[in-house]
């Protein structure tokens, strides 16, 4: 139960930041000593990968339209990896538990990266970019915390991640609402403006 509520939440948190759940998880074992955290995720290259592909992330995603096109990138690669993570939380089980992480954590986290990569698609809209920079750092912290809090309390923080995920499609479906109300309202403004066509009498007239 406790492995499939933390692939549960890691699952979700691999959708919004992969490298940061792999981070995460390894720094908390290789200083810990997790015995529910795979020894693979504390290698030191694994580490190093991660590190250097977050810190990629980290820039990218807080850029309006880059981390669009980040999130496009990473379609394939975060659900995967919220698979490969379920996996590997299932250790020596048998092939039925590792089948059910690797669809428990790839599921999960595909239905978050599509609620992240909507929503962003959504704050791009907003032409101020400090909105881009505070959604990233939410994200980031949501990631951390719901990680850290899984390797200790697992079902609590599955839970928790749960309500995100559910709390994340409301969100999605709110903003893509207002994005077709503001587009609706641009094209009715746009239909309602002047041509600049004269209205008044012609040049060559009397004017009597």
Same mark, same amino acid.
């Given at each position: 139960?406790d ?11 691999s959708?919004? +930041? ?8 390894g720094?908390s ?7 529910d955290?795979?020894?693979?995720l504390a290698?030191a ?6 590190a250097?592909?977050?810190g990629f992330?980290f820039?990218a995603?807080k ?5 669009s096109?980040w ?7 975060r659900p995967?990896?919220g698979?490969?993570?379920?996996v590997l939380?299932?250790g ?5 538990p ?5 669809v428990v954590?790839?599921g999960?986290?595909?239905l ?5 990569a ?5 704050v +791009? ?6 909105? +881009?920079?505070?959604v990233?750092?939410?994200?980031d ?11 200790e309390h ?7 991640a749960?309500?995100?995920?559910v709390a994340?499609g409301?969100l999605l ?5 207002l994005v ?15 041509t600049g066509r004269?209205t008044?009498?012609?040049p060559g007239?009397?004017?009597?």
């Amino acid at each position: 139960m406790d492995s499939l509520a933390l692939t549960f939440s890691s699952g979700w948190a691999s959708g919004v +930041n992969a490298y940061l759940v792999v981070l995460v998880l390894g720094l908390s074992d290789r200083i810990a000593d997790r015995p529910d955290v795979p020894d693979v995720l504390a290698r030191a290259d694994v580490l190093a990968v991660a590190a250097v592909l977050y810190g990629f992330e980290f820039i990218a995603d807080k850029i309006p339209y880059v981390d669009s096109v980040w999130d496009a990138v990473s379609t394939a690669i975060r659900p995967t990896a919220g698979a490969v993570v379920g996996v590997l939380l299932a250790g020596d089980a048998t092939s039925l538990p590792q089948a059910v992480g690797a669809v428990v954590g790839g599921g999960t986290a595909l239905l978050s990266h599509t609620i992240k990569a909507g929503t962003r698609l959504a704050v +791009n809209t907003s032409p101020e970019p400090a909105s +881009n920079v505070l959604v990233s750092v939410l994200e980031d912290l949501a990631v951390l915390g719901v990680v850290w809090f899984a390797i200790e309390h697992p079902v609590a923080a599955a839970g928790i991640a749960a309500v995100l995920l559910v709390a994340g499609g409301v969100l999605l479906v709110l903003a893509l609402r207002l994005v077709r109300q503001g587009w609706r309202a641009w094209r009715e403004r746009r239909q309602r403006r002047p041509t600049g066509r004269p209205t008044g009498r012609s040049p060559g007239g009397t004017g009597h």
